[in-house]
């Protein structure tokens, strides 16, 4: 045993000897040296390359590791049987991610790339102004070289804007109001905002499936239409003119658009805007994929007809910059003091600018939105292309959009109802004009007692019809009426027509004895 133990210390000693006559024979800066030129050797004759993306670069949080992170959670090629699940702040949604040292592949424009999830434990705490978590995470990208330009021009933008998108559809939409009086609120933002919450979509809207069918397309068209903008020079934005009568749906388009999109919604109240500075800046804090809507432009300022404005009188020119005083209804109205002191001094051109001006451009993929009930009011200026670029007329109830009603409110389809009364509904429903929303509620206050329901309805139906009926003979009747009083009474003779009869005769004897004359 003894023996055993001297001959262990003996090759420990020669072991020993042996490495301090190789830190004498190669110093620390030799072996560097050589271990750096063995990788450069292994790296020229290796066929792939690697880039490290850490999830804290110095004290800040790296961008893209959240974007490469997020962008694996939606691969379902995930290897490994555990998993990480998440579930952000205002998100309605639960996402998952790589482990510990887990890895992915995936394909790029026909190229492959790996991921590996590289977790550490931190050595050492350093001082800093924000504690460090304890574990160091990061990962690895491995690509081959000559993949190399396409991934680092293209793969890594692409990822980025996958992040936003699926950030942007899992988080909470939500609901944007000016603040009263222009007022900032405790962030210094001019915005205020609630949880966005409204439930219809494109398949419960009352409307004609044609109809919306285009307005869907327009807007997956506009949501997939950078590179079109870019190419042409126009500003990423377009406007839509949502027009017809009260309870037609203009409100209930508006969350269908925002819900298809995923966008969040800014709700203008132009009424407590005082002056087109404070307007710009409105919209330099809204954000890009959202709708800015103003409702009732009619009602909120005085925006009527310029053309309709000159017939009365003082003057045809018309200058961009004169006031347009906030009203106190839909018919305008006398607003506050002018300037920019006191009041509403919003003018014309301040809105069109708004919408189609230099500042309107400060974003991107932004949709503008306005409602109204009575089109004819508006200034043609506004209508134009370009501000507001699709007109939608939500008109009254015709017989497809009453369909959709009956399934959303009664689960009930062509299949479910007589045909008999499938014929009055469709014979009755155009004469009846009644909006979505008048129909809605007969539905609602019987959806217990679905056939009452509908039966009731076609009573109401022909009720409305019968009246408008019944209005419109009316209306002829007084419109000839007040023809017949305007027009001249039979055998009576005005002066005027008088006096250009004694004219004509005065004419004709004058012809007439010049006549004999030349004779």
């Not at 009926?469 to 023809?483: D, P």
């Amino acid at each position: 045993m003894k023996e055993y133990w001297t001959s262990l210390a003996s090759l420990l000693g020669v072991l020993a000897f042996f490495q301090s006559l190789l830190q004498v024979l190669f110093p620390p800066e030799l072996r560097f040296a050589s271990l750096k030129l063995f990788n450069r050797v292994f790296n020229a004759f290796s066929t792939y390359c690697y880039f490290d993306i850490t999830e804290i670069d110095g004290v800040n949080t790296n961008e893209l590791y959240n974007a490469v992170q997020l962008y694996l959670s939606s691969s379902v090629s995930i290897s490994g049987s555990r998993l990480s699940l998440t579930r952000a702040l205002n998100s309605s949604a639960i996402t998952f991610g790589l482990t510990n040292n887990d890895t992915i592949f995936d394909t790029f424009n026909g190229a492959t790339v790996h991921w590996e999830h590289v977790v550490t434990q931190r050595q050492a705490q350093t001082f800093s102004w924000r504690p460090l978590p304890e574990e160091k995470r990061g990962f690895t990208l491995r690509i081959r070289k000559k993949d190399k330009s396409l991934i680092l021009d293209s793969y890594l933008d692409y990822i980025m804007e996958k992040a936003n998108d699926i950030r942007r559809r899992n988080q909470d939409r939500l609901l944007y109001t000016n603040s009263r009086g222009g007022s900032l609120d405790s962030r210094g933002h001019p915005w205020e905002s609630v949880p966005f919450k409204h439930p219809s979509t494109f398949d419960t809207l009352a409307m004609d499936p044609a109809k919306k069918k285009q307005i869907m397309e327009d807007l997956m068209d506009f949501a997939h239409g950078q590179a079109f903008y870019q190419k042409t020079g126009r500003a990423w934005k377009r406007g839509y003119l949502l027009y017809g009568p009260p309870g037609t749906g203009k409100s209930s388009m508006i969350a269908a658009m925002a819900n298809y999109l995923g966008y969040d919604i800014y709700d203008l109240e132009l009424t407590e805007v005082h002056t087109n500075s404070e307007l710009r800046k409105l919209l330099m804090k809204t954000t890009s994929k959202s709708i800015i809507v103003i409702e009732d432009i009619d009602c909120s300022i005085n925006l009527s007809n310029r053309k309709k404005s000159t017939i009365a009188g003082r003057s045809s020119y018309y200058d961009p910059s004169s006031d347009i005083r906030s009203g106190s209804g839909c018919n305008g109205g006398s607003g506050g003091g002018g300037g920019e002191e006191g009041g509403n001094s919003i003018t014309l051109s301040g809105l069109l600018n708004f919408t189609d001006g230099l500042w309107s451009c400060c974003g991107s993929e932004r949709i503008f939105v306005f409602t109204t009930n009575h089109i004819e009011k508006l200034d043609p200026a506004l209508l134009r292309s370009g501000r507001m670029d699709m007109h939608i007329f939500m008109s009254y109830c015709s017989y497809p959009s009453l369909k959709i009603l009956l399934k959303n409110y009664l689960e009930y389809g062509e299949d479910d109802i007589e045909d008999v009364i499938l014929k009055e509904l469709e014979n009755t429903i155009d004469d009846a004009e009644m909006t979505p929303a008048d129909i809605s509620e007969v539905l609602i206050k019987n959806r217990r007692y679905k056939k009452k329901a509908v039966y009731e309805l076609v009573g109401e139906l022909k009720k409305r019809a019968e009246k408008l009926k019944n209005h419109h003979v009316e209306e002829e009747e007084e419109e000839q009426e007040k023809r017949a009083l305007d027009s001249p009474k039979e055998g009576y003779v005005s002066e005027e027509e008088e006096e250009e009869e004694k004219c004509k005769k005065r004419e004709e004897d004058s012809e007439e004895l010049t006549g004999k004359i030349k004779i």
